[in-house]
């Protein structure tokens, strides 16, 4: 059965700090998606990152980057330097098609929390 | 800017009203349409999925009845929440898939949520 495990509840770091969320996956297809998603104490969910499963190629975005690797099945989040706007819930969701109908599976999201 | 709208983004209601929340896709037809729910400190649970002109299927635990959805048309889906309940009070998202957006992706476009207080 799909899955998504983000076993990190909650991360402290001290401002300019580099920090990991990591994100396991279960599936048994072979093409599905991989999103990360951050959520702000407002509540809304902001789009950060979709990789298909064909593309194990790393991306880095500014400050974020991630690092896909099918042979673990882990797509983990590393934010550079971060920065107290960082703080948020961060979500790892999967995509894949059952029978023609795509579904999100949510991780349990990783709380980060930047202090100054 | 956002794709998908919902109204309102707050309501606080009393114990034994209805609520309704509206989720509108603003510049694509979406033909389906996701609900989630988000307890405190939770993640986000799949509910129900919203299909234009036809009867929305739930997950398994969701109460029918209790939450009730209409997607009259092919950019709004509305989930109301019948005689509410404290134990009701969360946070609603919905979600809807552009094609053109997200191509075969499955990709969700997200609301900007709507928080339930009920009293």
């Known amino acids: 059965a799909q899955k998504v495990t983000q076993a990190q509840t909650e991360i402290s770091v001290v401002e300019k700090e580099d920090v990991t969320l990591d994100c396991v996956y279960e599936?048994?297809?072979?093409?599905?998606?991989l999103f990360w998603y951050k959520q702000p104490p407002s509540g809304e969910l902001v789009f950060l990152i979709r990789?298909?499963?064909?593309?194990?190629q790393n991306e880095i975005s500014g400050r974020y980057s991630w690092n896909f690797q099918k042979s673990t099945s882990s797509f983990n989040f590393t934010i550079t330097a971060s920065q107290v706007v960082d703080s948020a819930v961060y979500f790892c969701a999967l995509s894949e098609s059952t029978s023609g109908t795509y579904k999100y599976i949510f991780g349990t999201g990783t709380r980060l929390k930047v202090l100054a | 800017g956002a794709v998908v709208s919902q109204h309102p983004s707050r309501v606080i209601c009393k114990s034994g009203t209805s609520v309704k929340i509206e989720c509108r896709s603003l510049?694509?037809?979406?033909?389906?349409m996701f609900w989630y729910r988000q307890f405190p400190k939770k993640s986000l649970m799949l509910m129900a999925t919203?299909?234009?002109?036809?009867?929305?299927?739930?997950e398994q635990g969701v109460e029918k009845d209790k939450f009730l959805i209409n997607h009259a048309s092919l950019t709004l889906s509305t989930l109301t929440v019948t005689s509410a309940h404290p134990e009701d009070s969360s946070f609603y998202i919905c979600?809807?898939?552009?094609?053109?957006?997200?191509?075969?992706?499955?990709?969700?476009?997200f609301g900007e949520g709507s928080r339930l207080t009920v009293l």
């Open positions: 979600s809807a898939r552009d094609l053109i957006r997200g191509g075969d992706t499955g990709e969700l476009f």
């Open positions: 599936t048994r297809d072979t093409t599905y998606y």
């Open positions: 990789r298909n499963s064909f593309d194990e």
């Open positions: 919203s299909n234009e002109g036809s009867k929305a299927t739930y």
């Open positions: 510049d694509f037809q979406a033909t389906t």
